[in-house]
């Protein structure tokens, strides 16, 4: 993930980094996925509310099944699936 962090770090100052922490059952409104836990901290200079923890949780044949930002500024912001 190093050099996608480069990349994007080249193009708008941004830096990720990210690690595969392991699978997780995770419960949404549209039910329960065994998914791909996925976190990464994003870091863009100057702006608080777009650098932070993000976790996403990705189920085979599903996709996307949530999402938790938790920006430096203290606020959160959260994605679930809610219909299948």
Known sequence: MKALA???NEL???EIYGRVVGVREIRVPAGRFAALEVRSV?????HPFGSGVRTMWFAPGV???KLVFHHRDGSVSTVQLIKR
């Not at 994003?42 to 100057?46: A, N």
């Open 42 to 46: 994003l870091t863009q200079p100057g």
């Open 6 to 8: 480069e990349q994007i």
């Open 63 to 65: 996709g996307l099944v």
């Open 12 to 14: 708008d100052g941004i």
